[in-house]
């Protein structure tokens, strides 16, 4: 069945790969950093299965240094209904992502998805209510759909995962990201 909404994602997909790939051949990665696999796993994503598999193209796209893909269990993508979508990280490129399906009808599932999966690639909330910015989260409203990280946010994950700093990376639960929309809207 033809979906609008999924079509309108893999349209913006396509249009990011096409200029990240422009970014990745004028911007190569240093020698000196290694790659690093991320392995996901949506086994248990059931509806976010192609949101998460979107998401990591994403990051992909944006980093040098990881390479997300279904290779293992480094990072387990599970879904709940209610109490808000959060990422377990025990640390750097290993965890949990639990996407809330009633948030998710009311934020862009991508970029809740995309955004947990950059707290597990080591990137820290930012709630500055800019949409540009992929850790704002939910500060940013509801009608915020971007899915892409910054520059600053993804040369940040290319840092961490490139140099020594991925040990000192503590674990941490992330929640909150997405306040319920009528708090949001009350908020303006
Ligand atoms: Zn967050």
């Avoid at 893999?10 to 790939?21: E, N, Y």
């Avoid at 269990?73 to 990280?89: E, M, V």
């Avoid at 994950?157 to 700093?165: H, K, M, N, P």
Wanted: with cysteine; net charge positive.
């Amino acid at each position: 069945m033809r979906h609008p909404k999924l079509s309108r994602i893999l349209a913006t997909l396509a249009a990011a790969t096409l200029a990240a790939l422009g970014a990745v051949a004028v911007n190569p990665a240093p020698a000196s950093a290694a790659v690093r696999n991320v392995c996901y796993n949506i086994s248990q994503a059931g509806p976010f299965a192609n949101t998460a598999v979107q998401a990591a193209a994403i990051w992909n796209n944006y980093t040098n240094n990881i390479n997300m893909a279904q290779c293992g269990s480094n990072l387990r993508i599970t879904y709940t209904y209610g109490g808000g979508s959060y990422a377990q990280r025990t640390s750097l490129g290993n965890g949990r992502v639990v996407i809330d399906y009633n948030q998710a009808q009311q934020y862009s599932a991508l970029r809740i998805m995309t955004h947990e999966i950059g707290h597990i690639l080591g990137l820290p909330d930012n709630y500055n209510g800019n949409c540009a910015i992929l850790m704002s989260g939910g500060s940013a409203g509801t009608s915020c759909t971007n899915p892409y990280p910054s520059s600053t946010e993804a040369a940040r994950v290319d840092s961490l995962f490139g140099f020594a700093a991925r040990s000192a990376t503590p674990a941490q639960v992330f929640t909150g990201s997405w306040p319920a929309a009528s708090t949001v809207g009350a908020q303006r």
